[in-house]
């Protein structure tokens, strides 16, 4: 998606090898207009796909899920990285290890928004080691309902994640690819 990856090039701070902050657009201040574009996007890529459901995590999924669910007219849920006190029914859980934050916390959703007649989309902002998409892959696994594929907004294609989701047999489709990056300097998988 190229403007997504101009903006990339623009905004984005690469911190390291590994780490790439793009907060001024996509994490923390969210340009509203390219996230709903990103939404289309997705709405595009799966459009013959019979979704029922847009799965992502708290927090920084939430506004591309909410797009594309908008672009396919279907709700999307998010996976609660703390039990609220008011998720006082059955859940759906799995362990995730923060890339980021290096700390391994538990996901869950309600039983009652995810079954076995969904078909289900992932989206999630970054694909880096696919941590947090194995676990809601779990979750989505263990609800019986069918999975359709990963949509993500960045991969990191230099990090295990596709390569760990393609082994579990899970279709990933990325806006931006990575394939290296270094400070001053930053490189996209030619399509
Ligand atoms: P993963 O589980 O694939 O390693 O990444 C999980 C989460 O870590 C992503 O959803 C994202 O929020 C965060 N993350 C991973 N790599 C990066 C990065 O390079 N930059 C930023 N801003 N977040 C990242």
Redesign the pocket.
């Given at each position: 998606m190229k403007v997504l990856e101009d903006r990339i090039r623009q905004e984005g701070l690469i911190?390291s090898h590994?780490?790439?902050?793009?907060?001024s657009f996509?994490?923390h201040q969210v340009d509203t207009q390219l996230a709903l574009e990103i939404g289309r996007e997705f709405g595009r890529i799966f459009v013959d796909q019979p979704i029922t459901k847009v799965l992502t995590?708290e927090?920084?999924?939430i506004q591309f899920a909410m797009a594309t669910g908008i672009a396919l007219n279907v709700p999307f849920i998010y996976a609660k990285k703390k039990k609220a006190i008011t998720l006082s029914e059955q859940v759906y859980s799995a362990p995730?290890?923060?890339?980021?934050?290096q700390e391994t916390y538990q996901v869950s959703i309600s039983q009652k928004y995810l079954g076995p007649n969904d078909k289900v989309l992932i989206v999630?902002?970054?694909?880096?080691?696919?941590?947090?998409?194995?676990?809601l892959v779990d979750i989505v696994k263990e609800s019986g309902a069918e999975l359709v594929g990963v949509g993500c907004v960045?991969e990191?294609s230099f990090?295990e994640?596709r390569g760990l989701l393609e082994d579990k047999g899970v279709k990933v489709h990325s806006l931006a690819r990575i394939s290296s990056m270094s400070p001053g300097e930053i490189h996209f998988v030619e399509e």
């Open positions: 911190l590994t780490v790439l902050k793009v907060d996509l994490n995590i927090a920084s999924g995730v290890h923060s890339f980021t934050r999630d902002d970054f694909l880096a080691t696919g941590a947090a998409l194995v676990g960045i990191k990090q994640g």
